[in-house]
């Protein structure tokens, strides 16, 4: 089975950058990337630029554009799609009885990863998305992610999940995500795991407890998701845990705790060179910046007229240089409680993190962004984007898995 790649809400390619550091023959032959209302595409500019465009079946070049207007049976056949995709509402809008089949809410883009495994078959999926997708929505726990497991199944794959805090396997970012590994039953991979059982799987043999080893402190919990996407939509709640595994319909997960690795610290991946002067805190926001990351607790109204105190602790200020940093955010940079601020090296100044040292906290190479986008959008792609050392990680398991196919 040769290491072909189709690359889904690419960004600036955080998914084929981790893959083909490995040096083991991945090879992307497509990918998307496209930013809703931007006026300019700066992430796909950057893709193309490191990379360069491909074309579809059709020979046309569709990879800059929504992908819900692209012939799905025009996209190259694949052995594994990966994709980070935003957490949406993912409840289905109705069904219909007509050959369209399934129909989910309009602009989702869940939907489009569903199309394309429908019309390709691929035989893998590796994806990420935020950690509370386990949870969501709030008002039915569950139902989101049972909607996806539901989709999946329906479609003939078994699905592993697991959340990573990428600084608990030796990354200098503390950032958690929910990945998702899913494999068709007409896979070697299938034929040699179906008789493994579904709790040594979860915690020892399947795909991230080999890649991520981890324990279980809690009790295994069992639950199970039907092909029926509509009733799963209006009726499923179920209280996923930060691992687990469904085949068949049947679902086993637990509370599990990694085992922890040394992380890099973010003294570590800041610049040793003079840095500019545009980057430094300034007296006159300084008092700003102090508040922002300060305790507080603040008198406030709501719409409905009552009056409730809003708190919040204090934030690290500034940012440990002995810690891995935290979770950077698309608004890095911004006069902002989240944005990091640092001490420099050389004048021991209280500053922001440089565009290279985001790039940095992600695994990228220096200046992979620097393709001529504003320095906001650099942090914005890089607040986007994955930590692609946990993706290296995850290729040596695939590698294996892969060269064990037909």
Request: proline share 3%.
């Amino acid at each position: 089975m040769k290491k072909t790649v189709c690359e889904l809400f690419a960004g600036v390619g955080g998914f084929r950058v981790g893959l083909e550091r490995l040096n083991s023959g991945w090879s992307t032959v497509w990918f998307s990337q496209w930013e809703p209302g931007a006026s300019k595409q700066w992430a796909h500019e950057c893709y193309v630029s490191h990379f360069g465009d491909i074309k579809d079946l059709a020979g046309e070049y569709t990879t800059g554009i929504d992908v819900a207007q692209v012939n799905k049976k025009n996209i190259p056949d694949h052995t594994l799609v990966v994709g980070g995709f935003p957490c949406q509402d993912y409840s289905v809008a109705h069904t219909l009885a007509s050959s369209k089949g399934l129909q989910g809410k309009k602009g989702v883009l869940w939907w489009q990863i569903y199309e394309i495994l429908k019309a390709k078959k691929t035989p893998f999926c590796l994806f990420e998305n935020v950690d509370r997708l386990l949870k969501s929505p709030a008002k039915q726990r569950g139902r989101d992610f049972g909607v996806m497991l539901s989709c999946l199944h329906s479609l003939g794959y078994v699905v592993e999940w697991r959340v990573i805090n990428a600084a608990e396997y030796g990354a200098a970012q503390r950032r958690r995500r929910t990945f998702i590994f899913a494999y068709n039953k007409n896979t070697n991979h299938y034929k040699t795991t179906k008789k493994t059982s579904l709790e040594d799987i979860l915690l020892r043999d399947g795909f991230f407890a080999s890649t991520f080893p981890i324990r279980s402190n809690e009790a295994i919990r069992e639950g199970k998701v039907s092909k029926d996407v509509e009733n799963i939509s209006n009726d499923f709640k179920f209280d996923f845990g930060n691992a687990g595994i469904m085949r068949d319909g049947k679902i086993v997960t637990t509370k599990a705790t990694p085992m922890e690795e040394k992380a890099i610290t973010l003294g570590k991946i800041l610049e040793n060179k003079k840095v500019d002067d545009s980057f430094f805190i300034s007296d006159e926001k300084m008092p700003k910046w102090t508040y922002l990351k300060g305790a507080k607790r603040i008198e406030r109204t709501s719409a409905a007229g009552y009056k409730y105190v809003f708190s919040e602790g204090p934030i690290a200020f500034p940012d440990p240089w002995d810690k891995p940093s935290r979770t950077m955010l698309t608004s890095e940079s911004t006069l902002n409680r989240s944005t990091h601020v640092v001490e420099d090296r050389k004048t021991k100044k209280l500053r922001l993190i440089t565009p290279i040292e985001a790039e940095r906290l992600q695994g990228f190479e220096d200046n992979w962004t620097n393709t001529g986008m504003p320095q906001r959008m650099r942090y914005f792609c890089m607040g986007n984007a994955l930590v692609t050392h946990m993706i290296t990680r995850m290729g040596r398991t695939l590698d294996n898995i892969i060269d064990a196919e037909e």
